[in-house]
Every structure is written in structure tokens, then in C-alpha cells.
């Protein structure tokens, strides 16, 4: 039986299904299938669910231009729990998104009244065992049909040690009878009279807060009340920030009523904040305890005393370190930024995601072996054209979306399993045309030097725009800053940075193909080449690996399965290109064979309901690292500990490869001990507006952001490089 805001419980269970993979059969694919064998095969057992869900009635039947009530019913496993309307100091609420019929209205959840939920140090607002959210529904005030479907699709995250995001479809048909006609009550009555008696009403007592410090006092004028007789009285804000959640709310009884001590939490202003939210009051009473809450909803008395402006956090500040790589976007002019733009595009060619692209372009200058020849400096120029021009519609898309309110930065496109798949199957045919199993020619990567010119031409271009998408996943020194400045800047000014940095990117290869001198560095032609041609697909083999490791973390074994029907129809269109005679036939049954692949992958993405987003279980923490989040930083910074923050990406090299040589070494992890530091990571693989504000607070565009905290929380943060050694980071920490 429920009691007023306490809930009650049992199951349910993550939505991913995990799917067995066998190895493909194809030649082409073996090299993949390789890498990928041990994270494909899984249990096919559907993971145990934590939340039952299903949408219910309190009645049987409806009327036409009335209005009725439905809950989404959640039977919650023991000991787990989801959210209230306001979290707390972390969580998710509850989300319906409805699809009724036409003329059919529904009205926002109303809540009933929430449990307090401590979690370590922190405080959450939320539910456990068994919830009803109740949901106001209105019918148009004609109905033609015999019943009526409503169909609602629910999210909630539910949480223990760690928490899960889950969803439903749920839906109920509900029967229509005339306006004259009597209506039951649903078998759901019963329950939905208990949640009735659960939700806050309105409070009969006048109210008021005053401000007083850092405190905030909310009195109300409730002379009638007993004071033995309550057990328990407890503020629960509508907004985060208005208080600090986990602080003791201070009890004061005097004769006209009761006041609670509040401490101001994170959003301080100068001025008394208007108080919404529900005061929850138990009372002792001869039949048990009962518990009521009520809605508070009021302005600050004139005259409250204003809080003390408290000095700008370490993220408003977007703190700075020593050296030219560490330098804020906020303290570059244009002209700084431009050298730092073409400074790290230059250094942007010795990324491990961009080498192996362009060991394709310098064979194919070593091929004209004529040190300098004509046909060299037209690839060139072709290189140079399609690097600009992808860097031009970068810097456009980036525009379109920050003017369309969008919080995006560098290498945002990896943040879409989509886009990731596409680089799975472009990779993919890259390699195998690599590793011999068909030609495609130099019109697409610039290999081949019985082309024609026009040929080799578009593959100069086209080389130029696959190296500049590869490397949109890295960053290198001195670039952070320039993109942060750029996409702060009007529009002139952001083209003509990432037009810098597109430069500086696509200089060596300009230079080497321009060039007599340089030219005649590279080794004379032979069958080298077509060796170290083959050689160079494994590289690409194992992007492709990679790619679907992020596809993993992404979109879990619903992305790997999406990335097997790809990879097996690109490997069988390599096969008919390869075995095929007549060339427009080739490329029509290849065409085909992607186009099919991509159809079933998209539709399994579909059909899951994980389209570019994250069903994987959100870790709380680990024995290294916690999970990074504003007020976990806040919290930390109030308790003087120095911390650690590190934005990260799961298709960002530049992080893994500074995370396995730095941030997983002895050295960084003793350091920590040292200084009793906290190490917090951020995950960035897909779209978080938070990351991205904490990126943009920095003068960041993406990822990494390596940022130490000193344990006093007056002084300023410490950037540290985009490219980390063990050495660097315990430096760093000594100089605390």
C-alpha cells in the first residue's frame, strides 16, 4: 500500500539486446573480423529489466469533451530508485513524449510528492518500489470512433551503485460511450486514489522567505500545528540551485508557526530568489505516521538581505596555464590565433589518425619520380584545393549550427553513430582496394600512375578531403586555442581561422609536391610501392576497428551489429568489383550492396530505439576516476581537495594516446594520492550541452581539456597541453 510520497516496487530491464555476431566468410573481411571476433560475440539472454512500466487508467471508459486521468505506472526493483521532477544534485526525471489522436490534449506530470534520497555526500530527490505519475488527459468534444489508443514513449534513468537509462513504448485503449452514459471505475481506482492523496496541494498557511547570508529562511504561518505531533518536515525546491540539497534544513517552532533554515545552494544571486517547490510534513497521529505535502510558491519579503557576491568559479573564469599551448581563447587577438591555427594544423599531420592518409598522397609523389615534375604540382594544388574547400564547409556547418543555437565543436560529427558507420565502410574499401582485392583507381585516393591526368587530379582532391575529415577526430598543440577563439568570433573571423588552420595542415604535402628540392628527397620508384601499399591497408584495418569500438560505446551491441551489416556489405561489393568483368555492372552491383547494408544497418538502429543515443549503463565511478560533473566539481573545490577534470571522447586518438601514456601510469596515479586529489572524467563521444559549456567556458572547441584544480579554491585553474607525458602531468601536480 502506498502512504503519501512513499513508493513501492520490482523490475525491469536495459533495453539493449545482446546479439551473437558469427565471423563473415568473405576474404575481404578477414582482417577485420580479426580484431573484432572478441567484442562481437555475446549472450543472446534479454538484460534484466529495473523498472516495469505500463500505462494505466482509474476508469473504464471515456466521454467525449471530457477529461480523464492516466498514470505511467513504474514497479521499481528493490533498493533502486528514479527521479522526481528535480533531481537533485544529480539524475534525470521521468519524460513522457505522447502520441494520442487527433483533438486529444495531455497535460505535464504531476508529481507526487518526492522522497529525499542521499547518495555519499550528495542528496537526490526521487522514488522507489512502486509510482504512479499521473497525467491529465483531454478529449476533443466530438469522438466518431468505438475506442481510443494512447500511445506515450517514457524515459527515466534508475539508479543504485550505478544508473541506467531505460525506455517504453507504452499505450492503453480506452472504450467511448455517449455523454449520458454511467462510467465504472478501472480495476487502477483504487491506486490512483492512493497517488491522489499523494500529490502536494495547496498550502492553507501564509508563507514568506527572507534572505538572511548565505542562508535562506521559509516561514510558515501555521499556528494551528502541533509541534509533537510532526515527525518530519522537509523543503523540496521545483529548481536546482536554489538550495544546497544535502544541507540540514534547520526546524525552528515559535507561536505563530514554523520556519526552516535553508543554505543557499549554487545559483547565488544578489537578490532573494522566488521559492517554489513542495514542503513535505509527517505527523505522528493515533492511526501511523502520515505524510502530506504541500506547494510552495512565494516571492521574498521586502527588504530580505542580500548574499555577498562570491568571487567567479574556476568554469566562469576559464582558467589558464603557463606556456602558448595552454592559452585561453579569451586572450588571443585575431593574428595570435591565425599563428596558432597554422602552427597546429602543421602539427596536426603527425596525428596517428591522419599518417596513414597521407602515406598515400607521398607515394604518390614518390611515383612521378622526376623530382618536381608538372604533374606533381598540379596534385598539389589539387591536395591544397580540397583540404581549403573541406575546411570552408567545416567552418560553414559549424556557423549554420552555432546560429542555430547549437553547442558543437571540433570533431562534433563522430558524436553521430551515422556519420561513424560511413567512416566504417569508407575506411573499409580504402584498405581492401589496398590490400588488392579490387581497383578503384586514383580518381579517389590518388594511387596509380598509369592514370589520367584528370584522374590523378580528382585523386590529389579527393586525398585532401579524406585527410581532413581523418583528422577531425584529433587536436595538436596550439589548435585548441585557435578553434575556441574562432568559434567565439564573428563569422569572417571563424572562416578565416579554420581557413588558417586548413593551411597549416595542408602545407608539408603542398610544399613536397611544389617543390624540386623537397621532391627529390623521396625514394625513386619501384616495387616498393606496391608493398608498402599493401603494408599501409593494415593501418586502415585497424581504424576500422577502432571505428566500431566507438560505435560500441556509442549505441552498445546495437551500434557493433549496425557496423557488422556494413563491413559485410562493403566486403561483398569489394568482391564484385574484384570478380565482376563489365564496369558499369561492377559498380552497380556494388552500389547496390552498400545501399542494402546501410538499409538494414539504419533499420536496426531504428528498430531498437538507440538512434544516436547511449544505452550503455552510466558508470557512477571507478577505482580511478569519478564521473565528471559540475557540482561534483563545485563540491570537491568547496572542501579544498585539488581536482583533476579530464574531457574526453571515445573517437578522440589524441585522448586515448595521451590517457594510456599519462593518465594511466604510476606516476599520475601516486601524484593523485599525494595531494589527496580527485581525478573526474568527462565523456564527450556523444552530444553533452554541459561538456560542451564547461569546453566553451575554456575557450575550447572539443576535446581533450586537461584542467587542474588547486586545492584552494581561490586560485585559478591550470590548463595543462593538449598532448600529456606522465613527466608533464606530475610536474604539474608538484607545482601545486
Known amino acids: 500500500m502506498w502512504t503519501a510520497g512513499n513508493v513501492y516496487s520490482p523490475e525491469f530491464a536495459n533495453r539493449s539486446p545482446m546479439l551473437r555476431l558469427r565471423a563473415a566468410t568473405l576474404t575481404a573481411l578477414l582482417a577485420v573480423a580479426a580484431v573484432l571476433a572478441p567484442g562481437c560475440v555475446a549472450s543472446t539472454a534479454e538484460p534484466q529489466r529495473k523498472v516495469e512500466a505500463d500505462l494505466i487508467a482509474p476508469v473504464s471508459a471515456i466521454r467525449a469533451g471530457e477529461s480523464f486521468t492516466v ?46 534520497i542521499p547518495v555519499g555526500p550528495l542528496m537526490n530527490y526521487g522514488y522507489s518500489d512502486e509510482l504512479l505519475l499521473p497525467v491529465t488527459i483531454t478529449a476533443p468534444a466530438t469522438l466518431d470512433q468505438q475506442n481510443v489508443t494512447l500511445t506515450a514513449k517514457a524515459e527515466w534513468l534508475v539508479c543504485e551503485k550505478i544508473c541506467i537509462p531505460e525506455e517504453k513504448t507504452v499505450s492503453l485503449t480506452l472504450p467511448v460511450v455517449r455523454k449520458d452514459a454511467s462510467i465504472a471505475p478501472g480495476a487502477h481506482a483504487t491506486l490512483f486514489e492512493e497517488t491522489r492523496r499523494a500529490l502536494p496541494v495547496d498550502l492553507g ?14 516561514k510558515a504561518n501555521a499556528s494551528g500545528l502541533d509541534p509533537s505531533q510532526v515527525a518530519d518536515i522537509r523543503f523540496f525546491p521545483d529548481t536546482w540551485g536554489l538550495i544546497e540539497n544535502a544541507a540540514p534544513q534547520k526546524i525552528a517552532w515559535s507561536s505563530d508557526g514554523v520556519t526552516l533554515t535553508l543554505r543557499r545552494g549554487e545559483l547565488k544571486r544578489d537578490e532573494v530568489p522566488r521559492l517554489t517547490g513542495v514542503l513535505a510534513l509527517t505527523e505522528s497521529l ?16 521586502p527588504g530580505s538581505s542580500a548574499v555577498a557576491a562570491l568571487p567567479a568559479t574556476p568554469l566562469s573564469q576559464g582558467g589558464a596555464g603557463s606556456g602558448t599551448d595552454t592559452m585561453s581563447a579569451g586572450g588571443l587577438t585575431l593574428w595570435q590565433a591565425l599563428l596558432f591555427a597554422v602552427i597546429g594544423g602543421l602539427i596536426l599531420n603527425l596525428m596517428p589518425c591522419v599518417l596513414p592518409i597521407l602515406s598515400l598522397k607521398v607515394m604518390a609523389l614518390a611515383s612521378h619520380g622526376d623530382g618536381g615534375s608538372a604533374g606533381a604540382a598540379r596534385g598539389g594544388f589539387a591536395y591544397l584545393v580540397g583540404v581549403m574547400l573541406s575546411f570552408a564547409v567545416l567552418a560553414g556547418v559549424l556557423l549554420a549550427l552555432r546560429g542555430a543555437g547549437e553547442a558543437l565543436g571540433w570533431g562534433f560529427q563522430f558524436q553521430s553513430p551515422v556519420f561513424v558507420l560511413v567512416m566504417c565502410a569508407l575506411f573499409l574499401a580504402l584498405a581492401l582496394s589496398m590490400s588488392g582485392f579490387f581497383e578503384i583507381g586514383g580518381s579517389v585516393i590518388g594511387i596509380g600512375d598509369g592514370l589520367t591526368r584528370r584522374g590523378g587530379l580528382a585523386g590529389s582532391f579527393f586525398t585532401g578531403v579524406l585527410a581532413t575529415i581523418a583528422a577531425t577526430p584529433c587536436t595538436a598543440p596550439f589548435m585548441g ?11 569572417l573571423e571563424t572562416v578565416v581561422v579554420l581557413q588558417a588552420l ?23 620508384p619501384g616495387p616498393w610501392m606496391n608493398t608498402l601499399k599493401q603494408l599501409l591497408a593494415f593501418p586502415l584495418y585497424a581504424t576500422v576497428a577502432w571505428l566500431v569500438w566507438v560505435l560500441s560505446v556509442q549505441s552498445g551491441s546495437d551500434g557493433v551489429l549496425a557496423a557488422a551489416f556494413v563491413l559485410v556489405g562493403v566486403g561483398f ?8 568483368g563489365h564496369a558499369p555492372l561492377r559498380l552497380a552491383a556494388a552500389g547496390a550492396a552498400a545501399v542494402l547494408a546501410f538499409g538494414i544497418a539504419l533499420a536496426q538502429f531504428d528498430a531498437s530505439g538507440v538512434h544516436e543515443r547511449t544505452p550503455r549503463v552510466a558508470e557512477a565511478g571507478s577505482p580511478d576516476y569519478e ?4 557540482r561534483r566539481l563545485d563540491e570537491l573545490r568547496a572542501q579544498g581537495r585539488p581536482v583533476f577534470v579530464n574531457l574526453t571522447a571515445a573517437w578522440c ?12 601510469s604510476d606516476g599520475f596515479r601516486a601524484a593523485l594520492r599525494r595531494h589527496n586529489a580527485v581525478y573526474l572524467k568527462g565523456d564527450w563521444t556523444n552530444r553533452d550541452d554541459a561538456i560542451s559549456r564547461v569546453l566553451k567556458s575554456f575557450g575550447r572547441a572539443g576535446v581533450p581539456l586537461y584542467v587542474l584544480y588547486p586545492a584552494d579554491a581561490r586560485a585559478e585553474p591550470i590548463v595543462l597541453p593538449q598532448l600529456l607525458t606522465e613527466a608533464i602531468v606530475v610536474r604539474h601536480f608538484a607545482a601545486l
Open 205 to 218: 498557511w501564509p508563507v514568506s522567505v527572507v534572505g538572511a547570508g548565505d542562508s535562506l529562511r521559509l
Open 71 to 116: 498514470g505511467l505506472r513504474q514497479r521499481i526493483t528493490p533498493n533502486w530508485h528514479t527521479y522526481w521532477k528535480n533531481p537533485g544534485d544529480s539524475g534525470e526525471p521521468t519524460r513522457l513524449t505522447w502520441q494520442l489522436p487527433d483533438g486529444f490534449t495531455a497535460s505535464e506530470i504531476h508529481w507526487p510528492v518526492p522522497d529525499a
Open 627 to 630: 564521473a565528471f560533473s559540475e
Open 502 to 524: 586548413g593551411l597549416g595542415f595542408a602545407l608539408p604535402i603542398f610544399v613536397l609536391s611544389v617543390s624540386g628540392a623537397a621532391h627529390r628527397l623521396l625514394p625513386k
Open 653 to 664: 586518438i589524441s585522448c586515448k594516446v595521451n590517457e594510456r601514456l599519462a593518465l594511466q
Open 573 to 580: 561489393g569489394a568482391w564484385l568489383l574484384g570478380r565482376t
Open 286 to 301: 493515533p492511526g501511523g505516521k502520515v505524510r502530506n505535502g504541500f506547494m510552495i510558491d512565494t516571492d521574498p519579503e
Open 481 to 491: 586555442a585557435a578553434i575556441g577563439f574562432a568559434l567565439t568570433r564573428p563569422a
